[in-house]
C-alpha cells in the first residue's frame, strides 16, 4: 500500500511516499489510518494473543516482543511494496555504506543521549520545570519523540550517497517523508520543550538539537516542494499518518 493520491488530483499523480506505517510516529491511538494499518493490526493481533495466554501484554517482555513483531512486519511490507514497484530489495539491503551515513548516525545518536540527559534532569528536578512553566509536560512522551528522531535519521542515513545526498527511488519514496516526520517531530518537541525557557545548562541539548537541524536543512531542501505539496493534500484528505492528522485536531 502507498499513498499514491486519487487520479482526481493531477498535481501529484506522480509523486507518492511509501506506506505511511513508514513515515508515521507510531501513536497508533491517535491516528486516523489505525482500522486500515497491517502494522497496526498485525500489533493489537499479538496484544490478544498475549492475553489469551494469560500474559500480561503491557509487560516489558510482551512489549519488546511486539516491537520486534512490527520490525519484522514493517520490514517484509517494504520489501513486498519494492517488489510491486519493480524494486530489487536486495538493491536496499546491500546499500554501502558511506561516511556521510555514519556521519548522521552519530549526529542522531548524540541529539538522542543529550535529549535523554535533558529529560532526566528535569524529571529529577520537578521545581524547576514549575518555574519554567513546564510542570505539564509529558518527559515520556519528549523521550519518545528523541528515540523516534534518532532512529528515523538513522533511517534517512541509510539512503545517503557518498556525497550525503538521497539518490535513488526508494530514498525518494521513503527518505522524503521521513524527512518531513523529523522535521514535524522536531518543531513538536520544541513546543513541548521551549528553548527560551529552558535553563542555560543544557548547553549539551542546545548544541545536538542545533547539529541536527543545521544536517537536516540540506536534506530537506532537495525534497521539500512537491513532497510538502503532496503531504499536504495526504492531510486534506485524512490520509496521512499521526502526527500528520491524529483523530483529536486534525493535522
Ligand atoms: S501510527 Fe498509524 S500508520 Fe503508524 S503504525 Fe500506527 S496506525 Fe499505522
Redesign the pocket.
Known amino acids: 500500500m502507498t499513498t499514491r493520491l486519487p487520479d482526481e488530483v493531477p498535481e501529484a499523480a506522480t509523486l507518492e511516499f511509501s506506506a505511511?506505517?513508514n513515515w508515521?510516529?507510531?501513536?497508533?491511538e491517535r491516528?486516523l489510518?489505525?482500522p486500515e494499518?497491517a502494522?497496526?493490526l498485525l500489533s493489537e493481533r499479538a496484544r490478544r494473543q498475549e492475553i489469551a495466554a494469560g500474559r500480561d501484554p503491557d509487560s516489558v517482555e510482551s512489549i519488546w516482543s511486539r516491537v520486534e513483531q512490527q520490525l519484522s512486519a514493517t520490514v517484509q511490507m517494504l520489501e513486498v511494496e519494492c517488489r510491486d514497484r519493480g524494486i530489487d530489495p536486495s538493491t536496499i539491503e546491500g546499500r554501502e555504506r558511506h561516511a556521510s551515513c555514519e556521519e548522521l548516525e552519530d549526529q542522531a545518536s548524540e541529539y538522542l543521549i543529550a535529549l535523554l540527559d535533558l529529560v532526566e534532569t528535569l524529571r529529577r528536578n520537578p521545581r524547576a520545570l514549575a518555574s519554567m512553566n513546564l510542570s505539564d509536560v509529558d518527559l515520556d512522551e519528549v523521550s519518545g519523540y528523541g528515540y523516534l528522531i534518532a532512529g528515523k535519521f538513522g533511517r534517512v542515513a541509510s539512503y545517503l550517497t557518498e556525497e550525503g545526498i538521497l539518490d535513488g527511488e526508494v530514498a525518494a519514496i521513503d527518505g522524503a517523508p521521513n524527512l518531513l516526520l523529523i522535521r514535524r517531530v522536531l518543531n513538536e518537541l520544541d513546543e513541548l520543550l521551549p528553548v527560551q525557557r529552558l535553563p542555560r545548562r543544557p548547553a549539551a541539548y542546545l548544541a545536538a538539537r542545533e547539529d541536527v537541524r543545521r544536517r537536516l536543512e540540506p536534506l530537506l531542501a532537495a525534497v521539500t516542494g512537491a513532497c510538502d505539496a503532496h503531504l499536504e493534500q495526504l492531510v486534506r484528505l485524512g490520509r496521512a499518518?499521526?502526527p500528520f492528522c491524529v483523530a483529536t485536531c486534525g493535522s
Open positions: 505511511p506505517h508515521c510516529d507510531r501513536r497508533c491516528c489510518l489505525s494499518c502494522v497496526f499518518p499521526s
